[in-house]
């Protein structure tokens, strides 16, 4: 499929590192097994924001479910970086994993059913998560869960995994696509170049990595550069050097 026009990316969203215990959740009804959720997301977060510009940034206990969904609705990309929690007998009960803070005994949770019900104008989002591609098979329509439920809601184009995924490999991976997408790439090819480079990276396994797959439309996107004020701070400061280096010189040649 060739991509689509050159989209001018106006709004990203990023939800990364929310507020999490580091102790086991207590059950509940929807979350019939405890789990035990590390803090994850903030070496995604600090090289992604590097790269471009997040318009709206819920991490620690902003990463809450008060803020995401009225923030998905204005946003046109979307970047998660938690934990999520698939269902493949009951996919539509999947779940993204949210903040907790200190008036709650357990994290919030969106469900999938949730996105599903949703209207939305973003054409991309990013779930770097655990299994966030997974859930039952359906003939014709795939597997339910975490993509059908974006893109039903009208999100084109979704990038989701297949199995666990690695924290410090995923937060490597998603720099690298970024980069490529920057450079000029599809987001469909720039998900390509970034297996194609952490291939040649003997850090990580290929299995750390490798479970993202790319759904739907691709796009040619534009996306708002990150944190290059440091760099022409740099250069600014060079010139000046250079320039003031010069005068010096010049002036004790003429004395």
């Known amino acids: 499929?060739?991509?689509?026009?050159?989209?001018?990316?106006?709004?990203v969203l990023m939800l990364a590192d929310p507020t999490l215990p580091l102790t086991q959740t207590r059950p509940t009804p929807s979350h019939r097994n405890g789990a035990v959720f590390l803090p994850v997301g903030r070496k995604e977060l600090e090289a992604v924001?590097?790269?471009?510009?997040i318009h709206i940034q819920l991490a620690g206990d902003q990463a809450n479910k008060a803020q995401l969904l009225p923030a998905l609705q204005r946003s046109d990309?979307?970047?998660?970086?938690?934990?999520s929690v698939s269902r493949t007998s009951e996919s539509l009960y999947g779940e993204l994993i949210l903040a907790m803070t200190a008036r709650q005994s357990e994290p919030e949770r969106v469900y999938a059913f949730e996105i599903f019900q949703m209207q939305l104008r973003m054409k991309l989002a990013i779930l770097s998560a655990c299994e966030t591609a997974r859930g039952a098979f359906l003939n014709g329509e795939g597997f339910e869960g975490?993509?059908?439920?974006?893109?039903?809601?009208?999100?084109?184009?979704v990038i989701a995994s297949l199995w666990k995924v690695e924290n410090e490999a995923s937060?490597?991976?998603?720099?690298?696509?970024?980069?490529?997408?920057?450079?000029?790439?599809?987001?469909?090819?720039?998900?390509?170049?970034?297996?194609l480079r952490m291939l040649a990276d003997s850090r990580f396994s290929v299995?750390?990595?490798?479970?993202?797959?790319?759904?739907?439309?691709d796009w040619n996107a534009q996306l708002p550069r990150g944190d290059v004020a440091p760099a022409y701070?740099?250069?600014?400061?060079?010139?000046?050097?250079?320039?003031?280096?010069?005068?010096?010189?010049?002036?004790?040649?003429?004395?």
Do not use: C
């Not at 499929?1 to 989209?7: L, T, Y």
């Not at 991976?173 to 970034?194: M, N």
């Open 49 to 53: 924001r590097k790269i471009i510009r």
């Open 207 to 217: 299995l750390d990595w490798a479970a993202f797959n790319y759904y739907g439309h």
């Open 146 to 157: 975490f993509v059908q439920a974006f893109r039903a809601a009208g999100t084109p184009s």
């Open 171 to 195: 937060a490597q991976f998603f720099k690298i696509y970024y980069e490529e997408v920057v450079r000029g790439k599809s987001t469909a090819d720039a998900l390509q170049a970034a297996k």
């Open 1 to 11: 499929q060739e991509p689509q026009a050159r989209w001018q990316v106006e709004s």
């Open 77 to 83: 990309w979307f970047h998660f970086a938690s934990h």
């Open 233 to 255: 701070v740099f250069i600014v400061l060079a010139v000046i050097v250079l320039s003031s280096s010069i005068l010096v010189y010049y002036w004790k040649r003429s004395r």
